[in-house]
């Protein structure tokens, strides 16, 4: 999850109103999703864009999933 929209290579914002709860126990729209490329050969995709986070936040289970 980011809250930087600047960095999405590929971007789309989300039809339907999906909030999420963050880190201080209040809720947060989820705006849109996409791919962000990072170090120039990674590329993250299904990055959701949240303008309420403080920082960056990445789930080390879901690309480790993604290998399987």
Do not use: A, E, H
């Not at 960095?7 to 989300?14: A, E, G, Q, T």
């Amino acid at each position: 999850m980011t809250r930087d929209l600047t960095v999405f290579k590929i971007y789309s914002p989300c039809p339907n109103n999906y909030t999420i709860w963050i880190v201080d126990g209040t809720l947060s729209k989820v705006i849109g999703k996409g791919s962000v490329v990072i170090l120039q050969s990674i590329t993250l995709n299904s990055i959701l864009y949240v303008p309420k986070l403080d920082s960056n936040v990445l789930s080390i289970s879901k690309p480790t999933r993604d290998l399987k």
